[in-house]
């Protein structure tokens, strides 16, 4: 088992790769508006997609005590 801050220095470089690929990939798919729309509402696009990863994880671990 990793030690916390080995998790913590694993876990920030895929964070904010997955960041910015998933910036890159709006802005590919949507064009420069989409990049725009995501700088005004990045607080708000943050807190919601906290929210939903935090509703997996929960959501996962519910389901896994529930088959063990």
């Keep these: 088992m990793l ?3 080995r ?3 694993l876990a920030t470089p895929i964070a904010r790769g997955l960041r910015y690929y998933g910036l890159a990939r709006l802005v590919s ?3 420069d508006d989409a990049g ?5 509402n990045q607080r ?3 807190a919601v997609a906290a929210g939903i990863l935090a509703a997996v994880i929960l ?10």
Aim: a positive charge; hydrophobic letters at 40%.
């Design 59 to 68: 959501t996962t671990r519910y389901l896994a005590e529930l088959v063990m």
């Design 3 to 5: 030690q916390p801050d």
């Design 36 to 40: 725009d729309r995501w700088q005004r």
């Design 44 to 46: 708000l696009a943050s």
């Design 29 to 31: 798919r949507f064009g």
């Design 7 to 9: 998790k913590f220095i």
